[in-house]
């Protein structure tokens, strides 16, 4: 387990009527997450997949709408302030920190830590499989192991949603299949909410994932990954899928 304040679910999350605009590109978003859900968003480059996790987390402000996790209303709430934490395709560690001091910024930005951190920091590390590394710098890491600290020290923030933001991209199939089934692991564990976008549609079947697809700034379809995917889905995500497919 992780840590004895693990959270016992996650948070439903809804984007109510949210309206942004990116460059020349208006964004509308109407969407439902219910709590301890996976949620995989797909979609062509440019079609808002990153603006989308990063109005939950805060690092993008609604013009109009609003942002609920939870039921509780954050449209305007500063990241910090959010029960949400976000792995990033740059693992974003600090080369000079090592492995458990870079997990340790998840608890305490200027690493103050407690004897209960340290125990929730040493069990995170077990669990995404990096015990006996804990000192180990960066450069001394793969990138498989790199994202598995990242992951780590998103978990001892301890929050209910966990966004993924193309955070395996950079590595090859056999990685990323090893990198998913860690999150699916863990989500069946702490019951958090999973939002991750990806490149890769198969990343959605590998996962009893809810799938949304976007399209010019807008959720286009959206539904259990199995149906989406299958040759029943709906015709605008077969014909992304062939384009994607024969470009390849």
Do not use: C, W
Not at 110 to 129: F, M, P, T, W, Y
Not at 156 to 176: I, K
């Amino acid at each position: 387990m992780i840590a004895s304040a693990r959270p016992h679910k996650g948070a439903s999350i809804r984007l109510d009527a949210v309206d942004f605009d990116f460059g020349d590109m208006a964004m509308h978003f109407d969407l439902v997450v219910e709590p301890s859900t996976i949620a995989a968003i797909i979609g062509p480059s440019g079609s808002g997949k990153s603006t989308l996790l990063n109005l939950i987390a805060g690092f993008e402000i609604a013009k109009t709408g609003r942002v609920l996790i939870d039921d509780t209303d954050m449209t305007d709430a500063a990241p910090a302030l959010r029960p949400v934490s976000m792995v990033f395709q740059d693992n974003n560690l600090f080369a000079h920190l090592d492995v458990a001091s870079n997990v340790g910024l998840g608890r305490s930005p200027n690493l103050k830590l407690s004897e209960a951190d340290h125990a929730a920091i040493s069990e995170a590390i077990r669990k995404v499989g990096l015990a006996g590394k804990e000192k180990r710098k960066p450069e001394a890491l793969s990138g498989g192991e790199r994202q598995r600290v990242a992951i780590a020290r998103a978990l001892v923030r301890n929050r209910p949603v966990l966004l993924l933001d193309e955070a395996f991209a950079s590595l090859g199939p056999a990685l990323r299949h090893e990198m998913l089934d860690l999150v699916g692991e863990l989500q069946t564990e702490t019951g958090m909410t999973v939002m991750m976008v990806t490149h890769h549609p198969d990343d959605a079947l590998r996962l009893p994932s809810m799938l949304f697809f976007l399209e010019n700034g807008k959720i286009a379809a959206s539904g259990p990954a199995k149906e989406m995917l299958s040759d029943k889905g709906p015709a605008l995500l077969r014909k992304y899928l062939g384009a994607k497919d024969s470009a390849l």
